[in-house]
């Protein structure tokens, strides 16, 4: 399964890379927003910095809502770098753009995706990937995981090959159910990859083994 990181946070992308489990990066306009980053020349500036970080794709998320705007805007940003991957949202002209990207041999990210008739219409239009926010079905009392788990039979049913990126992970436990159901990748915090280091056993255990080592020594 693949991690990507899911922020705009340079200082936190590198840690992540650094830790050598990053496989990409996902960002979107809230997140980008959050580190400051405003005006059309800051904003691709940034994605090329993101995409100097990391070895995988970075998802650059279009503002455009129609279909023409939706391909000058996914054109150009697909144009900064070979590995940004156009995020659309699961809209109409977004199924639409989706298609015509996948022809030109554009990666797609289709995003805000909450159902599995969504995930369907995205892996029929040829996403590379398709973005269930699991975090926020949770959040309305509606089984994110269960998403993940229905897309997955579906997409094996007839091999689709869009991957899913199970993306509003928001703790260590979604990552570990999204890997048993069959996720293809996850997106999420630093906070949720790095709680998976934790186990008390680990700490303990560590801690008893450099005492023992040390009295051995006769330090
Ligand atoms: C996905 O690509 C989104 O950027 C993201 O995962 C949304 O997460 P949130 O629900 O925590 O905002």
Redo the contacts with the bound molecule.
């Keep these: 399964m693949k991690f990507f990181i ?1 922020t705009a946070n340079l200082a936190q992308i590198k840690e992540a890379h650094e830790l050598g489990v990053l496989d990409g990066v ?3 306009p ?2 980008m927003a959050k580190e400051g980053i405003t005006g059309q020349d800051n904003v691709i500036a940034h994605y090329k910095a993101i995409c100097e970080i990391t070895d995988g794709d970075v ?1 650059a998320e279009v503002i455009a809502t129609t279909y023409d705007e939706i391909i000058v805007e996914g054109e150009a940003l697909a144009k900064l770098h070979e590995r940004i991957v156009v ?1 659309v949202p699961m809209i109409k002209d977004g199924v639409r753009a989706i298609k015509y990207f996948t022809s030109k041999g554009i990666k797609t ?1 289709c ?1 805000l995706v909450f159902s599995a008739g969504q995930a369907l219409l995205a892996a029929k239009a040829g996403a590379t990937y398709v ?1 269930p ?1 699991i ?2 079905l949770d959040d309305i009392s509606t089984d994110g995981l269960q998403l993940i788990e229905d897309i997955r039979l579906i997409y094996d049913n007839y091999g689709y090959e869009t991957q899913i ?1 199970a ?4 703790h260590a436990m979604h990552i570990i159910n999204c890997a048993k159901l069959g996720s293809d990748v996850i ?2 915090p630093l906070s949720a990859i790095t709680a998976l280091l934790k186990h008390p056993l680990t700490d303990n255990g560590l801690a008893q083994f450099l005492a023992d080592h040390a009295k051995a020594a006769g330090k």
Excluded at 167 to 170: H, I
């Design positions: 899911d996902t960002t979107n809230t997140l998802s995020k990210n995003t973005s926010f975090g926020r990126l993306a509003s992970v928001r997106t999420g």
